[in-house]
């Protein structure tokens, strides 16, 4: 049906395509209806007919009169033409296309049509600028086509979710097989148009939830951003703000020193809210106290007493510790001194109370969450890790004191002596009795400080989840996180470059042990921190020097280790700062969309019911966890007797069971029919639908007035021509038919006078 590649149009096929494209109405339309030879499906050197012509240029009224034609070719193409540019009348006049009568047209990518063998699409790609797996409404959503994407909403057009990126189905396999690149091409223009700000508002009665939902999976697959637009709208975060306040509206509107006051309060007041709360849930300040605000504080309040117990750990050692490594002193001659080291402090006490707290919370969410979900957030991660650090540090410990508590009643039980210092003890006894130099590298006691010291790293770490609360630290804490990403790309290339020069050196050098100046490159782990800390400039040159005459071997340590900095500081490095600058200048290009989404992320966390009281005070049950657990019990015995009473039924002969179905189905098609009624009053829309759908309206309205107050672009201007180049057609057209008409009277008015004047003669 289409002309090859190459082949030459003829003089009226020519013809009929400048008309398409310039808008040339009155020839088009002859053309069509007089002429019995043309092909109105050729295309041009380009592959474009003259449909795609016509819509390419605006010509609504040249569009309608190729639609009126039988056995139109690319008539999806077309539409996705139209949709790209904006057209919103001509998508309109394509859609009332007899394709289109059904729908699947619309639900079907042009890669899953292929099959019908028509010419609804260019399969080839010849004729066309956009993806096969591209459908209508995907790129109405990728355009940001409002009107458009309502409309297809319309017509039952959908955008289906992708399937698992693990997933093992027969299709996803077939296309995976197939053509792995298409596939995941498929999948990312999927994911953009349900994460698109006008699929979002049209489509989801909760385009904040759906977002949110959406921007784990984003985060995989693109950088996409258009996801956080719509919660960075001032009508979502209006309402954020008012959710956030919940029971406290009147502090909402208070300045920055009530506030804190406000948050003061908690802080001291914090034991005697919890015990408040316990006592009346449901009151007035059981109420308060379930708002998101006073969680938050309550819960960041807590958070920092357990970091101020953690320094308070440490303030006896601040000046240095009493004795030396190489001291033992104990209370009385008598006493294991390990005994004495292993005990727990008040301080330590409050911190494994405050760990079990945490650890509850934990267990609480990933309860409510699923332990899929919980794994996404990197936050839970980092509280995982450090509350596993913390017990296996404490179990270390107390393991350690169990053992000195053993050695202490040998002694009490076996040893006469007052002093242990006459005394000879067992070697397992002993051991216990030494001073921190003579201890095992894995005595428990030193495994313990160990990750004990890294547990209160990760837990000064922990801050930076609550920075984006606050508008000057959040956009600096989405900077760090993205830092944090381009460090672990980095480092991929860094130990690839650092491995190679360690084992090159250490090759180099592993033969001259004790001919060096220093003992850099002699064994791998000298070669290890040789390379590391030159990265800083805290290695010397002298650590390729040899004190032997090895001029050779020398010589290259010299160029190895020279071309090492020269990659490592003088590339790599600035390579890494160039690639923290550039995130950074991101986070910087759109610092407010990127706090406020992140802002709405911290604030959803804490919307959610339970959880109101932190750690330690979680860990007391209140009366309303009680309530909770014997309706649970409640719920659990009913389907336990529900269940046994089926059993039983199953076991009734058959026609008591045929006449009780019968009667079942009676009283289902009664309670059916009540249920209509009643699905009536449920179909009232609840107070929430409508704020979600005044915001999603206010949404809707603001972005169609920011698009129309754009100042006037390049199409827009051609635009304005075409409209030009179409009405000049028009007005050729009519002065042509007036002059016809005027040839015509004046015809007549001729022959009328010839009569008249053959009468007179």
Not at 221 to 250: D, R
Not at 429 to 441: H, Q, V
Not at 664 to 679: M, P, Y
Request: with cysteine; charged share 25%; glycine share 4%.
């Amino acid at each position: 049906m289409f002309n090859e590649k190459g082949t030459s149009l003829t003089v009226e096929e020519e013809r009929f395509l400048d008309s398409a494209e310039y808008g040339n109405i009155p020839v088009v339309r002859k053309m069509l209806e007089e002429s019995k030879t043309l092909n109105f499906n050729c295309v041009d050197y380009m592959g474009q007919n003259a449909l795609q012509l016509a819509v390419g240029n605006e010509h609504l009224e040249v569009t309608e009169l190729l639609l009126k034609k039988e056995n139109l070719a690319r008539v999806g193409d077309a539409l996705l033409l139209a949709i790209s540019k904006g057209y919103v009348r001509i998508v309109e006049a394509i859609l009332n296309h007899p394709a289109f009568a059904q729908g699947q047209r619309l639900t079907l990518s042009p890669l899953e049509q292929e099959l019908r063998d028509d010419d609804f699409y260019a399969y080839d790609e010849d004729g066309t600028r956009f993806s096969h797996d591209i459908t209508p409404i995907i790129l109405a959503a990728h355009c940001q086509e409002y009107e458009i994407v309502h409309i297809l909403l319309l017509k039952g057009a959908r955008i289906e979710r992708p399937h698992d990126y693990f997933c093992k189905c027969n299709e996803c396999a077939e296309k995976q097989r197939k053509d792995s690149f298409s596939h995941s091409r498929s999948r990312m223009n999927a994911y953009k148009g349900l994460a698109s700000a006008a699929y979002l508002s049209l489509s989801s009665e909760d385009p904040v939830l759906t977002a949110l939902e959406l921007s784990n999976e984003l985060a995989r697959l693109a950088n996409i951003e258009t996801e956080f637009k719509f919660v960075a709208h001032p009508n979502c975060q209006q309402q954020l703000l008012t959710m956030w306040y919940e029971n406290l509206s009147g502090l909402r509107q208070q300045s920055i020193a009530v506030k804190f006051l406000a948050v003061f309060g908690v802080s001291v007041g914090l034991p005697f809210l919890a015990i408040a709360y316990w006592i009346a849930p449901c009151s007035k300040l059981g109420r308060i106290l379930r708002s998101p605000f006073m969680k938050f504080v309550a819960h960041a309040v807590s958070f920092t007493i357990f970091l101020g117990l953690l320094v308070v750990n440490a303030s006896d050692r601040f000046e240095g510790v009493k004795n030396l490594p190489n001291e033992t002193i104990t209370d009385h001659p008598k006493q294991i001194f390990r005994v004495k080291t292993t005990q727990f402090s008040w301080t330590e006490l409050l911190i494994m109370k405050w760990v079990l707290g945490m650890i509850w919370s934990e267990c609480k969410e990933i309860w409510e969450e699923g332990p899929r979900e919980y794994v996404m957030h990197l936050w839970n991660l980092l509280d995982f890790g450090m509350l596993s650090i913390f017990v296996a540090s404490f179990t270390a410990r107390f393991m350690a004191f169990l053992k000195a508590t053993e050695a202490q009643q040998y002694v009490d039980q076996y040893v006469r002596d007052d002093d242990l210092s006459n005394v000879t003890l067992p070697p397992e006894i002993a051991y216990f009795t030494y001073a921190r130099n003579k201890w095992l590298p894995s005595d428990p006691q030193i495994i313990s400080e160990g990750l004990y010291a890294i547990a209160v790293v990760l837990s000064f770490s922990r801050i930076a989840y609550i920075l984006p609360a606050n508008e000057s630290f959040g956009p600096l804490q989405i900077s760090l996180g993205r830092t944090v990403k381009d460090i672990f790309k980095f480092m991929v290339i860094f130990i690839m470059v650092f491995v190679a020069f360690m084992i090159g050196m250490f090759n180099l050098y592993s033969y001259y042990l004790g001919a060096k100046y220093n003992p850099a490159f002699t064994t791998v782990e000298e070669s290890f921190k040789t390379l590391f800390w030159s990265i800083f400039g805290l290695s010397e040159v002298i650590s390729v020097v040899l004190k032997y005459d090895h001029k050779f071997i020398e010589n290259i340590g010299y160029v190895l280790y020279g071309v090492y900095n020269v990659t490592m500081v003088v590339v790599l490095l600035n390579m890494l700062i160039a690639m923290i600058n550039n995130s950074y200048q991101e986070i910087e290009e759109d610092a407010d969309v990127e706090w406020k989404f992140a802002r709405a992320k911290l604030w959803l966390s804490y919307f959610d019911e339970g959880r109101t009281l932190p750690a330690p005070f979680n860990l007391v049950p209140s009366p309303k966890s009680f309530y909770y657990l014997i309706m649970r019990i409640k719920m659990c015995l009913i389907k336990l007797c529900k269940s046994k009473a089926k059993n039983c039924e199953n076991d009734l002969e058959m026609g008591m069971l045929n006449s009780k179905l019968r009667k079942v189905r009676f009283q289902s098609s009664a309670r059916n029919s009540e249920n209509f009624t009643v699905k009536k009053g449920y179909n009232k829309p609840t107070r929430y639908q409508k704020i979600m759908k005044r915001l999603i309206k206010r949404y809707v309205l603001k972005a169609q007035v920011d698009r129309e107050n754009d100042e006037v672009n390049e199409g827009e201007l051609k635009e304005i021509k075409q409209d030009i180049s179409s009405l000049r057609y028009e007005l050729l057209e009519e002065k042509s038919e007036a002059t016809g008409e005027l040839a015509r009277l004046i015809q007549q008015l001729s022959d009328n006078f010839g009569k008249n004047l053959n009468k007179d003669i």
